[in-house]
């Protein structure tokens, strides 16, 4: 499975970005997908993460601010990113797990800035 994230960019403080992740094939069968970020000088950190149940779960600093979806049809998912904030700044990994292995997404840069 390869999996192709975008939609990051330059966005203002307070502003909203959605991230997109395409994956090669179906994700039916993935058993968790998600988000993991990376800021400079950082450890990754999951931020969220989406199981075959749909249970969601999310960083605590974004909870309320951003939302993980999926698009079976499109073998997609989502991250949607409101209220946006400096600190929120990182390059943004997507990643599956399917029968047990790991798959990543080459990462997509989100800056929020003024």
């Known amino acids: 499975v390869q999996l192709q994230a975008s939609g990051g960019g330059l966005v203002q403080p307070g502003g909203s970005l959605r991230l997109s992740c395409a994956a090669s094939g179906s994700i039916f069968s993935i058993s968790v997908m998600g988000w993991f970020r990376q800021a400079p000088g950082k450890k990754r950190e999951l931020v969220a993460g989406?199981?075959?149940?749909?249970?969601?779960n999310y960083a605590d600093s974004v909870k309320g601010r951003f939302a993980i979806s999926r698009d079976n049809a499109e073998n997609t998912w989502y991250l949607q990113m409101n209220s946006l904030k400096s600190e929120d700044t990182g390059v943004y990994f997507c990643?599956?797990?399917?029968?047990?292995?790991?798959?990543w997404g080459k990462g997509t840069q989100v800056t929020v800035s003024s």
């Open positions: 989406l199981t075959s149940g749909a249970s969601t």
């Open positions: 990643y599956a797990a399917l029968y047990g292995v790991e798959y």
